[in-house]
T-cell receptor
């Protein structure tokens, strides 16, 4: 199946700093990638849809100036958490859609654990 | 809007069979995914049902009834490594899945 990578896998930062998370599709091109956030023992919450070459589409309640998304190429999307605060601590997961077994399937990256002190 | 309901937690014994149910209410239904997620890891694909009926893949099977808004994931011959969260997810026209809260399955010896 298609492979999606994320970097870094874990980051600890001080409150007020910005953190960039990269999501790459390794063996396929992804015009669309998705960013999710997951709190402990909670479900995946879609934050935004990242579109190559255009602006991201944010879900209701997600601050676009807080969570900057850039999808500069067909294999890379980045999520920047600006001026991070402890409440931004979470597990961030990206995914990309690829055709598999006759249907569109979401392939997930391994996730990034963000801890803001 | 959409509403997806799964049990929060289930326990089962190694070697047994367990059925995890998922009920949903939505419009514009395309299909239903089941994903497995171990703690601290990303979800991995298990199954995708579009049509009514049972799809079997080794120890895992998934069932869908579109008219009843109901699906289940059946796990046979449970192993300790099957302890994980199981996420039911719906897709609509955009094919972006919307996830249920997940069912935490604990398999004990």
């Amino acid at each position: 199946g298609a492979v999606v990578s994320q970097h870094p896998s874990r980051v600890i930062c001080k409150s007020g700093t910005s953190v960039k998370i990269e999501c790459r599709s390794l063996d396929f091109q992804a015009t669309t990638m998705f960013w999710y956030r997951q709190f402990p023992k909670k479900s995946l919450m879609l934050m935004a849809t990242s579109n190559e070459g255009s602006k991201a589409t944010y879900e209701q309640g997600v601050e676009k100036d807080k969570f900057l998304i850039n999808h500069a190429s067909l294999t890379l999307s980045t999520l920047t958490v600006t001026s991070a605060h402890p409440e931004d601590s979470s597990f961030y997961i990206c995914s990309a859609t690829a055709l598999a077994g006759g249907h569109n399937e979401q392939f997930f990256g391994p996730g990034t654990r963000l801890t803001v002190l | 809007g959409q509403n997806i309901d799964q049990p929060t937690e289930m326990t089962a014994t190694e070697g047994a069979i367990v059925q995890i149910n998922c009920t949903y209410q939505t419009s514009g239904f395309n299909g239903l995914f089941w994903y497995q997620q171990h703690a601290g890891e990303a979800p991995t694909f298990l199954s995708y049902n579009v049509l009514d009926g049972l799809e079997e893949k080794g120890r895992f099977s998934s069932f869908l009834s579109r008219s009843k808004g109901y699906s289940y994931l059946l796990l046979k011959e449970l192993q300790m490594k099957d302890s994980a969260s199981y996420l039911c997810a719906l897709t609509r026209g955009s094919y972006i899945p919307t996830f249920g809260r997940g069912t935490s399955l604990i398999v004990h010896p």
